[in-house]
């Protein structure tokens, strides 16, 4: 039990996510599109989780993906869907907060 609350209250290390994002990486906003509509990370495009499987063309010859959402749950979803699917090099940015305050380090 005190691994579990160890592992879920660690700070997370973002050491490969921060590489990825020097990487001019494809950036992946998995909330609603009412959500995107109100505001995102410069450059990123609007997925939702819900849309990936059938968009899974989109990722396609993609070097680094980064998905994000609001906190972290989506996102981790969206990677384990495109790594079933055969993508590599996708980051699980978790927050959209988190993934704007690497870019901006």
Do not use: Y
């Not at 660690?10 to 001019?24: H, I, T």
């Not at 959500?35 to 939702?48: D, T």
Request: glycine residues 8%.
């Amino acid at each position: 039990m005190l691994g579990i609350l160890k592992n879920l209250f660690a700070p997370k290390d973002n050491s490969q996510l921060k590489e990825a994002l020097k990487n001019r990486p494809f950036l992946v906003d998995v909330r609603t599109t009412q959500e995107f509509s109100g505001g995102s990370l410069k450059g990123a495009v609007n997925i939702p989780l819900d849309s990936i499987q059938n968009e899974l063309s989109k990722f396609k010859n993609k070097n680094h993906i980064v998905v994000f959402c609001q906190s972290g749950m989506r996102s981790s979803q969206a990677k384990r869907i495109l790594a079933k699917n055969g993508f590599k090099n996708v980051f699980d940015g978790g927050s959209i907060w988190n993934v704007n305050q690497l870019i901006n380090q």
